[in-house]
C-alpha cells in the first residue's frame, strides 16, 4: 500500500496521505513521499494548485510515535536545506497548496495544515497541539506560523494547552478559511482550487510571494519588493491581456463567471 497518493483532477494534483491504520500519521518514508510529491507538483507547468489530504476521514495524527520507537522516526536536522520532519513543511513552493482537512490535524499534522496556504476544514475536524502530551516538540513551522497565522496570543494557547479546537473555533480565529460539511472538504477544496485556476497565474503566484516575503522585510522595502514582482508581471503581457478582456466586456460588475 503507498503511503502517498497522488493524482491530478483538470489542473489541480491532489495528494493524499496512506496511512488509516495509523490515522495518516506520517513516519520517515512517508515523510520523503510528500516530499517527493510536492517538489514534482511545483516543477509540473501543467499544474496550477495542490491539495494535501488524507484517507478515511483523517487528515493526519501527526508523526507516527510507533515509527520513532522502532527506528522509523522522523528526520529532525538544523538544517533548513533538507527535507523536513513530516516532508514538505521546509519548502518554499511558487504554487498554491490548500490543505482539506476531515477528522483530526493535530501535532505534525496542524504543522502540515498551517504550511498550506489556505485551510477547507469539514465543521467536524479538530485541530490541536496534541503532541504536548508526549513531550514532542515543533519543529516543523508550528510554532511561528501559528502565530503568524492568528496572533501570538491565539498560538500561545493552543501550543501551552495542547488543546483540540473545533473546525467552528478555527474558522473564528482565522485559521480555517473555509468550512464545507462532514466528508466534503475535499470537493470544496477542489471547487477552491478551480476558481484559483481560472484567474492569470503569473500575477497570482508574483502577489503570493510578495505576500510571504514580506514579513522578513521592512515597509519600504517590501513596497519596493512587490512594486518589481509586479512590473515583471506587467512586463509579461498578462497585464495587458486582462486590460483587453476588461474593455470587452467581461468580468464587469465583479463576475468572475466569464473571464
Not at 60 to 71: E, F, T, W
Not at 139 to 148: E, I, N, P, S, Y
Amino acid at each position: 500500500m503507498r503511503d502517498v497518493i497522488v493524482e491530478t483532477i483538470g489542473r489541480t494534483r491532489v495528494v493524499t496521505i496512506n496511512r488509516p491504520q495509523v490515522r495518516n500519521a506520517v513516519d520517515r518514508d512517508a515523510a520523503d513521499a510528500l516530499y517527493d510529491a510536492f517538489v514534482a507538483f511545483d516543477s509540473d507547468a501543467d499544474v496550477d494548485i495542490a491539495i494535501l489530504a488524507g484517507t478515511n476521514g483523517s487528515f493526519c495524527a501527526g508523526a507516527d510515535l510507533k515509527g520513532v520507537s522502532d527506528g522509523r522516526g522522523n528526520r529532525v536536522v538544523a538544517d533548513l536545506g533538507v527535507r523536513g520532519p513530516m516532508g514538505p513543511t521546509r519548502l518554499r513552493l511558487t504554487k498554491p497548496v490548500i490543505a482539506a482537512i476531515e477528522g483530526h490535524a493535530v501535532a505534525g499534522g496542524l504543522e502540515l495544515a498551517v504550511w498550506c496556504d489556505l485551510r477547507v476544514a469539514a465543521t467536524d475536524a479538530i485541530l490541536g497541539v496534541y503532541c504536548r502530551r508526549w513531550g514532542v516538540p515543533l519543529v516543523d513551522g508550528g510554532t511561528f506560523r501559528l502565530a503568524r497565522l492568528i496572533g501570538q496570543s491565539r498560538a500561545m494557547d493552543l501550543v501551552l494547552t495542547g488543546r483540540g479546537v473545533s473546525a467552528n473555533e478555527a474558522f473564528a480565529m482565522g485559521l480555517v478559511n473555509r468550512l464545507a460539511g462532514p466528508g466534503e472538504a475535499l470537493s470544496v477544496a477542489l471547487t477552491l482550487a478551480s476558481e484559483l485556476s481560472r484567474f492569470p497565474q503569473q500575477c497570482l503566484r508574483s502577489d503570493r510571494q510578495s505576500l510571504l516575503d514580506q514579513w522578513s522585510l521592512s515597509e519600504d522595502d517590501a513596497l519596493l519588493h512587490e512594486t518589481q514582482l509586479g512590473l515583471r508581471t506587467i512586463r509579461s503581457g498578462e497585464t495587458l491581456e486582462g486590460a483587453k478582456r476588461f474593455a470587452e466586456g467581461r468580468g464587469r460588475s465583479g463576475s468572475f463567471d466569464n473571464l
